[in-house]
């Protein structure tokens, strides 16, 4: 992997409701990612940016949707999402304060 292909892969973590259950119930981390990543680049970007290992990754595409007001259309832009699966003890911590 490109060095500087690790800063691209992942854009940000998904903090929601259903992503805080997931990681308290099976250690595992929701990110935004590029669409054109693969999972080998996720599991790689994941270990060298937060120095954890990973046991699995698992993705999702989500296509946009056609959105209205009045008579204009708008699109929503499709986006990649990835639940990364951490060893056992291995933390990942977003640093919010």
């Known amino acids: 992997m490109n060095p500087e292909r690790k800063y691209l892969v992942l854009l940000a973590p998904i903090i ?4 805080t259950m ?9 990110f935004k990612v590029a669409r054109d990543s693969t999972k080998l680049e996720i599991k790689s970007a994941v270990e060298k ?9 698992q993705t999702c595409n989500y296509l946009g949707k056609e959105k209205r007001m009045g008579r ?3 699109h929503r832009s499709s986006w ?4 990364v699966r951490l060893a056992e003890g291995s ?3 977003y640093g919010v304060a």
């Open 16 to 19: 929601s409701e259903k992503s």
């Open 22 to 30: 997931v990681q308290q119930q099976s250690n595992q981390f929701v």
């Open 49 to 57: 940016l937060f120095a954890v290992q990973v046991l699995s990754v």
């Open 72 to 74: 204009h259309v708008g």
């Open 80 to 83: 990649k999402k990835a639940y």
């Open 91 to 93: 933390n990942i911590d």
